[in-house]
């Protein structure tokens, strides 16, 4: 057990619906970020938070949306679904965001869309 | 733009012997380095770093080495085990004020008994 939650771990939908991936971040993380992998890609970044604030975006498309609760879990919110939208969605938190250091993300078993 | 590359989406050795995985990156901006395993239905886990002014770190069986000049680093697993068998992600960490990560494709590594 990493010590980040996500739920659900697999939900399947019909196009056009829209979801909630939830995660809770490890204890003390005050980062979040939001990784996709489809089928044989790597994990493309999606965005992060810091302490409730975004903080990066990367290639999200703008049917999504995430954001940071004062109690630091996040929501993804996945809208309008397209078949392509079927992935591997991960979260990982880390203590800081700040340039020093490695910054270690520590990632979630993750949830799995599939979009019928 | 694909700034992290694994073009090797597999490899498959023998148990006992060295498995090399490589990474190729295209930003000289990038500070760390860092490798991550990933086994079926679990999400990827820290295997190993290097900083961007190191050229090698080592941990255990597991090496890695940086070469600047030629944007490439390396994992190296001495010996192999069965268990090693994985997907293995390479990512970059650049020096801005976010520490996102940005991974290559991922090669998976079959390390037969």
């Known amino acids: 057990d990493s010590g980040v939650t996500q739920t659900p771990k697999h939900l399947i939908t019909a196009t056009g619906q829209r979801v909630t991936l939830r995660c809770s971040p490890r204890s003390g993380d005050l980062s979040v970020y939001w990784y996709q992998q489809s089928l044989d890609q790597g994990l493309q970044f999606l965005i992060q938070y810091y302490n409730g604030e975004e903080r990066a975006k990367g290639n999200i498309l703008e049917r999504f949306s995430a954001q940071q609760f004062p109690d630091l879990h996040s929501e993804l919110n996945l809208s309008s679904l397209e078949l392509g939208d079927s992935a591997l969605y991960f979260c990982?938190?880390?203590?800081?965001?700040?340039?020093?250091?490695?910054?270690?993300?520590?990632f979630g078993a993750g949830s799995r869309l599939t979009v019928l | 733009d694909q700034q992290v590359k694994q073009n090797s989406p597999s490899l498959s050795v023998q148990e006992g012997r060295i498995s090399i995985l490589n990474c190729d990156y295209t930003n000289s901006m990038f500070d760390y380095f860092l490798w991550y395993k990933k086994y079926p239905a679990e999400g990827p886990t820290f295997l190993i770093s290097i900083s961007s002014i190191k050229d090698k770190n080592e941990d255990g069986r597991f090496t890695v080495f940086l070469n600047k000049s030629a944007k490439h680093l390396s994992l190296h697993i001495v010996p192999s085990q069965p268990g090693d068998s994985a997907v293995y992600f390479c990512?970059?960490?650049?020096?801005?004020?976010?520490?996102?990560?940005?991974f290559g494709q991922g090669t998976t590594l079959q390390v037969k008994p």
């Open positions: 990512a970059a960490k650049g020096s801005s004020n976010t520490g996102k990560l940005i």
């Open positions: 990982a938190s880390s203590v800081e965001y700040e340039g020093s250091g490695a910054n270690v993300l520590t």
